[in-house]
């Protein structure tokens, strides 16, 4: 038969909690470390809080207990001062004071305390930092809890490898621009050569060259723009507001980042990439997200096949007469994003479009 102190549930921690005791007092100093060693807490006890900053950083206390009268500061300054800093602002305090004074107390919850505690009552105390530990266990389990949550999130947006948005997160920007009936332009990048570079300097060598290139497309937009890797050695960016003056001068300022890239220390010494740009006008708008992803696809095809290493412009949309526009525009539908398919061919297959 099983004590009823014993219990089949694992520990909440297998870490001692850690205690840092600020009294004046060499004799209540003394039973309350006692005390709190004896619950299993590792404690460090000191006479003021000339050092408290110092010792917060290296013993990285779960409870700060503090007294009301110190010789340096009183308790209620360090505490404000403690919540003041980022290191220690959520850090639990408990304020110990020589009575239950109303006052005492009110100060203390004013000052950011956690809660007041007369250190002369044991039980009490001991009982109260029991709840402080307890609480920030939860708070600390939350935290990790909500971590892994947008850790999820992100990993579910970015690509694993580069560390932009994936294809889908691509799609669903472009979707979004798309239905908000505003002028922006996409642009397709892609490596020109990759599956050489991958075959004479190997994979490792290609992600390198892939993670460098998405860090440059990357840090070259603006906020509220969006890159992200489409599949193998394709990149899109979705420019916000671009006309087609605009679009191909961003296009052609990333190009020229891209070749200005040194890999000689551990494949080529230069890559280069090829454009292709199709710009979304209200007054003349695609038919479908796919339509405008198509035009920009075409585009990169040119560039490519015109010698690769350059910006080619998608040509504009032609609408055949502003009835059919208007007939058009009342009948269209929006278009599921897990439908938003380009026409080039499937990831992979890039660079072997022109000998890529």
Request: aromatic fraction near 4%.
């Amino acid at each position: 038969m099983h004590s009823s102190s014993t219990t089949s549930a694992p520990p909440l921690t297998e870490v001692r909690p850690r205690v840092l005791v600020v009294l004046e007092d060499v004799t209540e100093r003394a039973g309350v470390h006692e005390l709190l060693t004896a619950e299993g807490h590792e404690v460090i006890s000191v006479g003021d809080s000339d050092e408290i900053f110092r010792l917060s950083a290296e013993f990285e206390p779960d409870v700060i207990l503090v007294g009301v009268e110190l010789p340096s500061a009183s308790g209620f300054e360090v505490c404000g001062e403690l919540r003041a800093s980022d290191l220690q602002h959520q850090t639990p305090i408990v304020i110990a004071g020589p009575g239950l004074d109303e006052d005492l107390v009110s100060r203390a919850l004013f000052a950011g305390a956690d809660d007041f505690v007369v250190a002369a009552r044991p039980l009490e105390l001991r009982a109260r930092i029991r709840v402080q530990l307890r609480n920030k266990r939860y708070r600390d389990a939350l935290a990790r809890v909500r971590s892994e949550r947008d850790s999820l999130r992100r990993d579910l947006r970015v690509d694993s490898l580069t560390g932009v948005l994936n294809r889908r997160s691509v799609e669903a920007s472009i979707r979004t621009h798309f239905d908000s009936r505003e002028r922006f332009a996409i642009l397709f990048a892609d490596i020109d050569h990759f599956k050489l570079v991958n075959d004479r300097f190997g994979h490792d060598v290609g992600d390198t060259v892939l993670k460098a290139v998405a860090e440059m497309l990357k840090e070259g937009i603006r906020p509220g723009d969006a890159v992200g890797r489409f599949g193998g050695e394709e990149f899109v960016l979705v420019i916000s507001g671009a006309g087609p003056e605009s679009a191909r001068l961003v296009g052609e300022r990333h190009r020229r980042t891209i070749n200005s890239l040194d890999f000689s220390g551990v494949g080529p010494p230069r890559v280069t990439i090829s454009v292709g740009v199709a710009v979304y006008e209200p007054e003349s708008p695609d038919a479908s997200p796919e339509e405008l992803v198509k035009r920009a696809d075409v585009a990169l095809y040119r560039a490519k096949n015109e010698g690769r290493n350059r910006v080619i412009m998608g040509a504009p949309v032609v609408s055949p007469s502003p009835t059919l526009d208007r007939v058009r525009a009342a009948s269209r539908r929006p278009v599921p994003v897990d439908r938003l398919q380009s026409t080039h061919p499937p990831v992979g297959d890039a660079a072997e479009r022109v000998g890529s």
